[in-house]
């Protein structure tokens, strides 16, 4: 059983979404969310492999595909915040139902070993004046403080079409810190494919600094692009 043992006074934050993005209304004005930033930020190579992959399937199914995608992820992440506050949880019994299931128990076989104690779960943060974001645990791996975030998959990615997830973790650590005196420098993607293939991918403490420089940048230009 894992231990939930908040340690932090965590404030919920209003979320605002719109046909621009989404912003959290937070003590310091209403703020782009991380996901925003990153995806107005994307570099022409991503926004043209996402186009051609619109254009290979079609329209119409591109976006069955995002919807089927999105819905197998938020019962996923449903059960796997559950269980990590010690919830029971029934995610029903339908096709997209027990497919989300069977993701979270090979998310759950592969990190509960690792995950010692959770300090809040969709944890919403902010760092003032410049971004805000949930993220879904916040708690000890391996004996230290991290950042972690489940995901989803149609299919196994590769390491190079991850880098904002590790800009993710970076901007809730960075805010983590900021806002409750923490020196967070570790975080982690748990992620599950559609066929059952677990894949972490971690930011480590040797890379934080790395990490935190790109995402520097990619705030510069989205600030940029917003005068």
Not at 1 to 20: A, E, F, G, K, V
Not at 51 to 67: F, L, N
Not at 200 to 218: G, R, T
Request: charged residues 25%.
């Amino acid at each position: 059983m894992i231990t939930y043992n908040p340690q932090y006074n965590y404030q919920p934050l209003l979320r605002i979404d719109s046909d621009t993005g989404r912003k959290y209304n937070t003590p310091t004005g209403n703020l782009p969310s991380v996901t925003t930033i990153l995806s107005a930020t994307k570099s022409e190579e991503s926004k043209q492999m996402l186009q051609k992959w619109k254009d290979r399937v079609g329209e119409s199914e591109a976006k069955r595909i995002t919807a089927e995608a999105s819905n197998v992820g938020t019962i996923m992440h449903s059960i796997l915040e559950n269980w990590v506050l010690n919830k029971e949880y029934d995610p029903g019994n339908n096709l997209i139902h027990r497919q989300a299931k069977m993701m979270a128990d090979e998310v759950k076989k592969n990190i509960s070993p690792f995950i010692s104690e959770i300090w809040g779960s969709e944890v919403n943060l902010y760092y003032p004046d410049l971004y805000a974001g949930t993220t879904d645990l916040v708690g000890m791996w391996k004996g230290k403080p991290a950042i972690l975030d489940f995901k989803q998959t149609n299919k196994p990615k590769k390491l190079e079409h991850v880098t904002d997830y590790y800009l993710q973790l970076t901007a809730y650590a960075l805010a983590h810190n900021e806002l409750y005196g923490t020196d967070i420098k570790e975080g982690h993607i748990l992620m599950c494919s559609r066929d059952l293939q677990y894949q972490q991918f971690d930011l480590l403490p040797e890379n934080f600094n790395y990490w935190e420089d790109q995402l520097l940048a990619k705030l510069e230009i989205y600030y940029n692009l917003s005068k």
